[in-house]
């Protein structure tokens, strides 16, 4: 049975920075695609950065591009998110998704993961 489990949210300053994580267990194959989104109060889910766990080139919206980057550890199972430069428009709840294959155009896209972890707050304030 596939699982995932984030870590890492927490409260910061508008600037700081902060890493989550996204440990995986239960994939029989070794590369499949990891995707982190986040959904704020009364907004859709949205995007934030994938990757193929074999070590394809990233993903992310304009929206991030240049303060968050995706990274994935293959010995443990677990991806990560660093997330520099923090605004307060990043708050919101993230959340890890997992899926086998996905066309590149499909990588920011919610409804094309089926495996969802639970999720953790990440609120920044001004």
């Known amino acids: 049975q596939v699982h995932l489990v984030e870590s890492g949210g927490g409260s910061v300053q508008a600037g700081g920075s902060l890493r989550l994580s996204c440990a995986a267990s239960g994939f029989t194959v070794r590369n499949y695609v990891v995707g982190w989104f986040r959904q704020a109060p009364g907004k859709e889910r949205e995007g934030v950065a994938a990757?193929?766990?074999?070590?394809?080139?990233?993903h992310y919206p304009d929206s991030v591009k240049g303060r968050f980057t995706i990274s994935h550890d293959s010995a443990k199972s677990t991806t990560y998110l660093q997330m520099n430069r923090l605004k307060p428009e990043d708050t919101a709840m993230y959340y890890c998704a997992a899926e086998r294959a996905l066309a590149e155009g499909a990588l920011l896209l919610p409804h094309e993961y089926d495996t969802w972890g639970q999720g953790t707050q990440v609120t920044v304030s001004s």
């Open positions: 990757i193929y766990t074999g070590g394809h080139i990233p």
